[in-house]
């Protein structure tokens, strides 16, 4: 909007193409780059989707505190949507920021020292942790959920802006759906299923009905 106007501005004064393509370009950049596509959320229990767009370039079991995790990590370019989504539905058990660098998010050691925001979603009976993380161009990650709230499946919950990366950590006997190198788009593409029995209720009814 503010670039728009400043190209207003300019044209009204100079009457100058050179000095009003630059701005306008910008301001068309910025609209579509914080496109926020409609995407179809698949549905059945256990299905963990997709929090982000982007390319899956690390899937790897690892040890934590709370034991074994399968962990994915998507990184997103500048070039795609970058609108998070819940991968599953339930309460939010966690919701984290942490001050940290802006290594290129692609490095392995950016998932522990860059800026993030951790949050953990309770869908009873699992749980689903995934962390937004900013990168080289990332300079601020935009959360809209709280500890206590409870959201759908594939329900937008912040933005990470321009360059970034996106850790899942799910339970470790989830059935993995994708593999290095595969593109995947947020909210749409199931990423793994837990082989557990769920509540395929929503959890948004459940929460009402407590």
């Not at 934590?64 to 795609?80: H, M, N, P, Q, W």
């Not at 919950?157 to 950590?169: A, N």
Request: charged content about 20%; glycine content about 10%.
């Amino acid at each position: 909007m503010g670039l728009g106007i400043a190209a207003a501005i300019l044209w009204s004064l100079t009457h100058a193409v050179a000095l009003v393509a630059l701005p306008m370009l910008l301001a068309l950049f910025f609209l579509w780059f914080f496109r926020d596509p409609a995407r179809t959320i698949p549905t059945g229990p256990g299905l963990v989707v997709s929090p982000g767009d982007g390319v899956v370039t690390d899937a790897e079991w690892v040890e934590t505190k709370g034991g074994s995790r399968l962990r994915l990590s998507i990184f997103l370019s500048v070039f795609d949507v970058h609108v998070n989504r819940a991968p599953v539905g339930g309460r939010v058990a966690l919701c984290e920021y942490r001050k940290g660098q802006f290594k290129n998010a692609m490095n392995r050691e950016a998932s522990v020292l860059n800026e993030q925001t951790m949050i953990m979603i309770d869908a009873g009976g699992y749980e689903v942790s995934f962390k937004l993380i900013a990168g080289l161009l990332a300079r601020r990650i935009v959360c809209k959920v709280k500890v206590g709230d409870v959201v759908e499946r594939g329900q937008r919950v912040g933005l990470i802006k321009f360059g970034s990366r996106v850790d899942v950590l799910m339970p470790a006997d989830a059935d993995l759906k994708v593999a290095k190198g595969t593109r995947v788009k947020g909210g749409s593409t199931v990423l793994a299923v837990l082989p557990v029995a769920v509540d395929t209720e929503s959890p948004r009814s459940r929460a009402v009905g407590a």
